[in-house]
């Protein structure tokens, strides 16, 4: 039987978080601040910024949990590893 090498679930819910709510934040200081009759084109391009960080860190926080999972599945010492000839 295999190893299981995925996230746990909820986990990377609970790893972005944080950053969902500076997200959240940000987009409502974007639109907040943006001048009246202008809402749109006051904020559109701010609010694009912070999506694509949040995307990103989403992603990448995805990737390392991934990784993570797969080196706690990787023991060292299973002796199932490469043998390494030790040159004299």
Same mark, same amino acid.
Do not use: C, H, T
């Given at each position: 039987?295999?190893?299981?090498?995925?996230?746990?679930?909820?986990?990377?819910?609970?790893?972005?978080?944080?950053?969902?709510?500076?997200? =959240?934040?940000? =987009?409502? /200081?974007?639109?907040?601040?943006?001048?009246?009759?202008?809402?749109?084109?006051? /904020?559109?391009?701010? =609010?694009?910024?912070?999506?694509?960080?949040?995307?990103?860190?989403?992603?990448?926080?995805?990737?390392?949990?991934?990784?993570?999972?797969?080196?706690?599945?990787?023991?060292?010492?299973?002796?199932?590893?490469? /043998?390494?000839? =030790?040159?004299?």
């Amino acid at each position: 039987m295999g190893v299981d090498k995925r996230m746990k679930a909820g986990q990377l819910k609970r790893s972005v978080l944080e950053d969902f709510e500076r997200l =959240v934040w940000e =987009v409502e /200081s974007a639109v907040d601040n943006a001048a009246d009759g202008a809402i749109i084109s006051g /904020s559109e391009e701010a =609010v694009r910024e912070a999506m694509a960080r949040f995307r990103q860190r989403v992603y990448e926080k995805a990737v390392q949990l991934k990784a993570d999972a797969g080196a706690s599945a990787f023991s060292p010492s299973d002796g199932k590893g490469p /043998s390494r000839a =030790v040159a004299s």
